[in-house]
Nanobody, 113 residues
Framework: QVQLVESGGVLVQPGGSLRLSCVAS????????MGWYRQAPGKQRELVAS???????YYPSSMKGRFTISRDNAKNTVYLQMNNLKPEDTAVYYC???????WGQGTLVTVSS
């Protein structure tokens, strides 16, 4: 019943920007800590950013400066703003309910010229 649906992944040019969205249903979104992860072929899935229900954010050091996570509890949506994209950012990006083992289907971001 719990469902996460990611969207917004497209082909973008290096240096470009993109905003991903994740719409949640079947859960109490406002009290759920959420995260964005990504996985490229042959690589381990890694955390991009996380945000608590209250809005506190966390970024791994490798992600700081280019990505911003935010949420709109009225819309049951968490966002990932990505700037200055690089080819190595190419991956499937997943939404996640932290600690609950619930994932979306992912949305593909391709950074290429």
């Amino acid at each position: 019943q719990v469902q996460l649906v990611e969207s917004g992944g497209v082909l973008v040019q290096p240096g470009g920007s993109l905003r991903l969205s994740c719409v949640a249903s079947g859960m109490i979104f406002s009290i759920s800590d959420m995260g964005w992860y990504r996985q490229a072929p042959g690589k381990q899935r890694e955390l991009v950013a996380s945000i608590t229900g209250l809005g506190n954010t966390y970024y791994p050091s490798s992600m700081k400066g280019r990505f911003t996570i935010s949420r709109d509890n009225a819309k049951n949506t968490v966002y990932l703003q990505m700037n200055n994209l690089k080819p190595e950012d190419t991956a499937v990006y997943y939404c996640n309910i932290l600690g609950a083992g619930v994932w979306g289907q992912g949305t593909l971001v391709t950074v290429s010229s």
